[in-house]
């Protein structure tokens, strides 16, 4: 089935002329049609745009070879992407009512290269309102389901973006990472998903949440995959102030890279009360494997791992209330009528955002107010940098570090609707690399009782995603955990 393929083998393929784009596509079509009733992974498909942009593909690669000119490295691949980044021609609604009638008329940065670079978007992807969520239940369009089990939620709030690529819909997807929510979904889904260093990849066209922690990421079926999609989206750009000063730099994944004397830390603090056994087991032996592979496994410390949930929902609501104050009705999206300008405000956002979003954006704005910001937005800084401090030490004495993406594996749909720090302290393991901007790779490392996907994430300092892309190349290449699929009966029901 064409749909199996990685990014890796179509390009090889169809350089052969053993496939077309045209076929691809069509595969994939099919696929969607046959599966997107049950998993509800897309909010906008373009599936007869994809078509005929195939087509043109096809076209474009025989004038390209036959005069002998290079071929754009996704030429004809299709793509997805999440719906909290602009694409021109497609609605943008970041799973909110609010701009359910809004389409943008440019490209997300990230989009505009991939396009560059050939590769064909398929549709948006299902996401928690303004992506504020772990679970994808929060969408105002409705819940996505985890193909490996329809009962289980994909993760959030890149969910939609993980079931496309975990169900074959997709071979590759755009996620973003504000507090987890490429790794948490990756690891949920048992796709291959990558957070990168704050400020590596341009944030223009993304819908802010949290300014200051939002990452663009993307999630494939395995590293090698994934590494070459990222190598397109990142880099320098002016157009995003908080665009890093690094130079683009190509990750080269390399099939006989040593783990040799890599020094991987093991923290303490990702491995207590609460997390389920199989999950530690998995974990645990995926480490193990590292240092059968030579690499040396060494405790750390990073102690204010503990305050991370109540530093990140502080700090992220309050960078929400700010960026949500401009959906007010007038600028974006439907509108609630009333008789004064006051009253249209408070008409509108009352009725078209979702109870996560107004939860969070009343934290936010409460932790702002006057009297209230030095005690808690401005506490939650000050211990924000102690979290960034317990990184910088611990990348003194190691490499990377291994831990469990989340607690649990996929829980079911609801199980948390009615206690939101329930469903918080599923990102307990993900928020302290955002609150640190370092960056995180995740990927499966095994499947629990219930065939549900284990993921790990590797940590690394600062733009060393090479490091650790390689990394976890090496372990894909002695292990079959992100070649497991859902069965199609658990797809199918």
Known sequence: MLTNLTIFEIITLLGRGEISSGELMQAYVERIQQLEPRLHAFLTLRLEDALNQADVADQ??????????????????????????????????????????????????????????GAIILGKTNTDEFAMGSSTENSAYGVTHNPWNLERVPGGSSGGSAAAVAARMAPAALGTDTGGSVRQP?????????????????????????????????????????????????????????SGNAPQEQMNIEDNWSSRGLRVGVPDEYFGGGIQPEVESAVRAAIQTYQSMGAEIIPVKLPHTQYAVPVYYLIAPAEASANLARYD???????????????????????????????????????????????????????RALIRQDFERAFKQVDMIAAPVAPTTAFKIGAHSGDPLAM???????LPANLAGVPGVAFPVGLDHENLPI????????????RLLNAAHRYQLVSDWHKARPAEASILG
Do not use: W
């Open 60 to 117: 474009q690669r025989a004038e390209l070879s036959r005069r002998g000119d290079a071929i754009p490295p996704l030429l004809g691949v299709p793509l997805a992407v999440k719906d909290v980044l602009a694409v021109a021609g497609m609605p943008c609604t970041a799973g909110s009512k609010i701009l359910e009638t809004f389409q943008p008329p440019y490209d997300a940065t990230v989009v505009a290269r991939l396009r560059a670079a």
């Open 186 to 242: 990756a690891s949920f889904c048992g796709v291959t998903g990558i957070k990168p260093t704050y400020g590596r990849v341009s944030r223009y066209g993304l819908f802010a949440y949290g300014s200051s922690l939002d990452s663009v990421g993307a999630l494939a079926r395995d590293v090698a995959d994934l590494t070459l999609v990222f190598n397109i989206m990142q880099g320098c750009d002016p157009r995003d102030a908080t």
């Open 455 to 466: 993921g790990m994430q590797l940590l690394g300092p600062h733009f060393q995603e090479q």
């Open 424 to 430: 918080y302290l599923e990102d307990i393991f993900t």
């Open 329 to 383: 009705g007038l600028r974006y999206g439907p509108r609630v009528d009333a008789d004064d300008l006051h009253h249209i405000y408070t008409a509108t956002r009352g009725a078209l955002f979702g109870r996560e979003t107004k939860r969070r954006i009343m934290l936010g704005t409460y932790a702002l107010s006057a009297g209230y910001q030095d005690a808690y937005y401005g506490k939650a800084q000050k211990v």
